[in-house]
């Protein structure tokens, strides 16, 4: 999918089955990320409690086989209990992009949005919004679109067992 503006936006979904509530839960704790990450980079928390709100940062450590081992400072800037939630990560130690503390932000955005589907499920849509990435990082995301959707199908199908009553 592309934004109404031309720029790369990556969109999959998936229906889960529970309520919006636990399925926030888990994804307002960054300890469980690296439970449910379809993409095999997240390591581990480094910092960062259960979110509550915008404003947040919580720092997880990454890998990549280009990048080696590195961190990424997460900033909250959407937050809507049980129905949307999203961070728009910044390079962090050991990132060749850092600049810093914090790192430049680049400006793209993992969002989380859930939609009540009947009793007890939800229709979870994850969304990689690059609409505000740099040209050369727009042009990345649009030619790996296909390994994007596959690692974000593979996350929200991770999310569902997570969910999946015991």
């Known amino acids: 999918m592309t934004s ?3 720029e790369p936006v990556v969109v999959v979904s998936r229906r889960v089955e ?4 636990d399925v926030f839960r888990i994804l307002a704790d ?3 990320h690296p439970d449910l990450d379809g993409s095999g980079m997240l390591r581990g928390v480094v910092l960062g409690a259960v979110l509550s709100g915008v404003g947040d940062v919580f720092v997880m450590r990454m890998h990549h086989a280009r990048l080696g081992d590195y961190e ?4 909250v800037v959407e937050y809507q209990p049980d ?8 390079p962090g130690r050991g990132h ?4 810093g503390p914090g790192g430049d932000a680049w400006g793209h955005r993992w969002i ?5 589907d009947g009793a007890g499920a939800t229709v979870v849509t994850e969304i990689f919004d690059g609409s ?4 050369d990082k727009r042009v990345e995301v649009d030619s790996g679109r296909t390994w994007w959707q596959t690692q974000m199908a593979s996350t929200l199908e991770r999310l569902a067992e997570l969910c999946a009553p015991r």
């Not at 989380?112 to 009540?116: D, G, I, K, Q, V």
Request: cysteine-free; glycine content about 8%.
């Open 72 to 75: 990424m400072d997460n900033h």
């Open 112 to 116: 989380f949005e859930l939609s009540p």
């Open 30 to 32: 960054p300890g469980r």
């Open 83 to 90: 129905r949307r939630i999203g961070w728009e990560p910044r």
């Open 4 to 6: 109404t503006t031309g």
């Open 18 to 21: 529970a309520p919006a509530k």
């Open 96 to 99: 060749p992009d850092a600049t």
């Open 132 to 135: 505000r990435l740099p040209e």
